[in-house]
């Protein structure tokens, strides 16, 4: 990326294409967003083991995408992703929305080839702390006490003071009191128009 890249500035800790926006929507938008999720039909959502889920956007297997259209609702944030961050090759034609209750996370993990290069992780509802390992996985403790004090982007988490919970002069943490809704989006390039043709 070029030096006059306007996400340079959001740019956090040593992996080089790692960002972190601050409030990239408003308080408005995150309830409108919350709103839409949590009155999508049931048939939506799919249980899992800790979590639960909704697909966006098509069946994702090995071979591409069986698409189906974003609905305006997240058309409209996935543009304002798109434009303002700069790196996507294409329209997002994809958003998994994951729920997490306050002691769940997720395993560490990579989102896999079919969205290389580029994800965008939209949190609602609640902070985390999301670990990034070596060869480039990323995972949440399933915990609802997270510590923070060894996060790259401490200082942002100290605006987010009623999340906040100091329980020693030592350990600074985030305590996780609500519920927390992930927006993955991203752009799955192969694009598959015919189920039973490949």
Known sequence: MEASDPLKR?????????YYIPDFISD???TQLLNKIYTAP???WKSLKNRRL???GGIVHGKGLLPQDLPSWLTKITEKISEESSLY????NHVLINEYLPNQGIMPHQ????YFPVVAILSLGSPVVMDFTPHYLH????CEIQPYDT???ATEVLKQQSAVETHDEDLKAIHRSNTRVSLTCRVVSKVHKNLFRF
């Open 10 to 18: 959001y740019k956090v800790g040593s992996v080089p294409t790692v």
């Open 28 to 30: 408005t938008d995150q």
């Open 42 to 44: 049931v048939s939506k």
């Open 54 to 56: 909704q697909d966006w």
């Open 89 to 92: 090759p294409s329209a997002i």
């Open 111 to 114: 989102d896999g080839p079919a």
């Open 139 to 142: 995972g949440i403790k399933d």
């Open 151 to 153: 996060a790259v982007n």
